[in-house]
T-cell receptor, first 111, second 107 residues
Framework: DAGVTQSPTHLIKTRGQQVTLRCSPKSGHDTVSWYQQALGQGPQFIFQYYEEEERQRGNFPDRFSGHQFPNYSSELNVNALLLGDSALYLC??????????FGPGTRLTVL | QKEVEQDPGPLSVPEGAIVSLNCTYSNSAFQYFMWYRQYSRKGPELLMYTYSSGNKEDGRFTAQVDKSSKYISLFIRDSQPSDSATYLCASGSRLTFGEGTQLTVNP
């Protein structure tokens, strides 16, 4: 049983560019959440998707947006990249109220 | 005040030691508490999950929750070098994390 998968593994962008990160949830999971983890910090909640709609959102600007597809996979888009957006971006999935399982993350570097 | 606070360490112990990792939380609405282990450059891996005050044991790991004092702990018995990682406590439906404690177990 494949767990949560994310692509790409690493990404390098320059300030002002836009980026799209992708996530496939664990089989049977219908809820996907995205987190940002800066170096040396715990993950911070960005938003959660369920039934193709954003259900909850953390304290992140509108530059961060997302999408969930009918097969439950999800994308995270970040526009107008800033140096401070450099981080490990984690996708987590769950089924209903069960606990969340994390993917390996995408490491984004903004130069 | 952060909703979940955790001493970032680092913590260094000899192999075989008992390790105690601790967090405090401020949100009384938190009902579920998780401990995740994160190896360097990897995603967090769920280690323990509890929803009530008291102890929960799983092999060498024991999770303890005291809701009256809003204090959660993870104990690792007979620690191994392979336990060297960052340990994250978390709670809430959308997971509010502590800062993480970096643990090194020396052979």
């Amino acid at each position: 049983d494949a767990g949560v998968t994310q692509s790409p593994t690493h990404l390098i962008k320059t300030r002002g560019q836009q980026v799209t990160l992708r996530c496939s949830p664990k089989s049977g999971h219908d809820t996907v959440s995205w987190y940002q983890q800066a170096l040396g910090q715990g993950p911070q909640f960005i938003f959660q998707y369920y039934e193709e709609e954003e259900r909850q959102r953390g304290n992140f600007p509108d530059r961060f947006s997302g999408h969930q597809f009918p097969n439950y996979s999800s994308e995270l888009n970040v526009n107008a990249l800033l140096l401070g957006d450099s981080a490990l971006y984690l996708c987590a999935s769950r089924r209903g109220g069960d606990t969340q399982y994390f993917g390996p993350g995408t490491r984004l570097t903004v130069l | 005040q952060k909703e979940v606070e955790q001493d970032p360490g680092p913590l260094s112990v000899p192999e075989g030691a008992i390790v105690s990792l601790n967090c405090t939380y401020s949100n009384s609405a938190f009902q579920y508490f998780m401990w995740y282990r994160q190896y360097s450059r990897k995603g967090p891996e769920l280690l323990m999950y509890t929803y009530s005050s008291g102890n929960k044991e799983d092999g060498r790991f024991t999770a303890q929750v005291d809701k009256s004092s809003k204090y959660i702990s993870l104990f690792i018995r007979d620690s191994q070098p392979s336990d060297s990682a960052t340990y994250l406590c978390a709670s809430g439906s959308r997971l509010t994390f502590g800062e993480g404690t970096q643990l090194t177990v020396n052979p």
